[in-house]
Each structure stands twice: as structure tokens, then as C-alpha cells.
């Protein structure tokens, strides 16, 4: 019986502190830290995977309407299954709001023939960058091989991506988002 009662002596100054009598709590302060979800692609590069809260939802590149990426609440999100507007076209949301999206400058195509794409997002700048890496190639005779990674980045407060894939290319369209009622735009 003394073991067991060392060890709710122990357990009581863990949850209690020190014996400064009854109903003393101490208080353990823990920081608790959202994960920020990301996406990725397949090996194929073939589709898109969010990943979110232990799961890996797949996004098919395939897709000839696209798949659209941004920004909600500073985690990404992605939605298939809307076409984007080839001309800047406002939509009217349900308070009475006008919206319109245009296209940017910004196009930009990720061969996918020898080169395989990764993406990271920083969530405090809310930039989603892609970075590809080459195929490994084996060399004889200790020659060097200078490496370089490709990079792209892509601002996403106030853009949406659109993105598919188009043969052996990857396309990437930034789009912008405007408020079409409010003086600042």
C-alpha cells in the first residue's frame, strides 16, 4: 500500500505543486500551433494533393477547366469544377457585392518532361513558390554537375492560381481578385 500512496503524493504535487494545501492547482502553459496545410504533387505529376489535417486530397491536373488555388483565412485552398473567365467578368455575391476576377500578366508553364515540381507556402507573406528539381544525372570520372533548382513564385493575397496540365507542361495563371464596389480597386 506505501507505493501506491508515494505515487498519489507524487501525482498530487505534479497537478497540485508543492503542499500549500488543499485546492492549490498549478497551471501547465502550453502553445498549441495550427499546421499550415500545403500541397504537393504526384510523382507523375499528374495531381495535385492538398494536404490538410492528416489528409491528402487529391486534385486531378487533367482537368480542363483547372483547378484554382488561394488564400482563405492565410491557409491554401483548392477548388476544381469552375471554369476561369477568359475576360475580366464580375459575379454578383449574395450581399449585393460585385466581384471580378482578370487575368494577370503572370502565365508561366512547368515542363514536367525531365523536371519534377514541389511546392512551399509561407503563410505570413502568402507566397506559394514551386520549385523543380532535374533529373539525377550519373557521370563518370568525378566530373562536377552544377545544379540549379527552378523556382517560381506566386503572391496569392488578392490572386487565385489557376493551374492544369497541358501535355508536358504544367500551366500556372494568376488571377487577380477585385472588389469591383470598393474605391481602392
Known amino acids: 500500500m506505501e507505493p501506491l500512496r508515494r505515487f498519489f503524493n507524487w501525482l498530487s504535487q505534479l497537478l497540485f505543486g508543492p503542499s500549500n494545501g488543499p485546492g492549490t492547482l ?12 500545403n500541397i504537393t504533387f504526384s510523382t507523375e505529376m499528374d495531381t495535385l494533393y492538398l494536404i490538410d489535417n492528416d489528409r491528402a486530397i487529391p486534385f486531378s491536373l487533367d482537368n480542363k477547366k483547372g483547378i484554382l488555388i488561394g488564400v482563405l483565412k492565410g491557409q491554401l485552398t483548392v477548388a476544381t469544377d469552375f471554369e476561369a473567365p477568359a475576360s475580366p467578368e464580375r459575379i454578383e455575391l449574395e450581399d449585393g457585392r460585385q466581384i471580378g476576377f482578370s487575368r494577370s500578366k503572370t502565365e508561366v508553364k512547368l515542363s514536367t518532361e525531365k523536371t519534377v515540381w514541389s511546392a512551399a507556402y509561407h503563410r505570413r507573406r502568402r507566397v506559394l513558390s514551386f520549385i523543380g528539381a532535374t533529373e539525377v544525372e550519373v557521370r563518370s570520372n568525378n566530373a562536377e554537375y552544377d545544379y540549379k533548382p527552378e523556382l517560381v513564385f506566386f503572391e496569392l493575397d488578392g490572386r487565385v ?8 507542361s504544367i500551366v500556372v495563371k494568376s488571377m487577380i481578385l477585385a472588389d469591383t464596389d470598393s474605391p481602392d480597386r
Open 161 to 168: 492560381l489557376n493551374i492544369q496540365r497541358k501535355g508536358n
Open 26 to 37: 498549478k497551471i501547465i502553459k502550453q502553445n498549441v500551433y495550427t499546421m499550415i496545410n
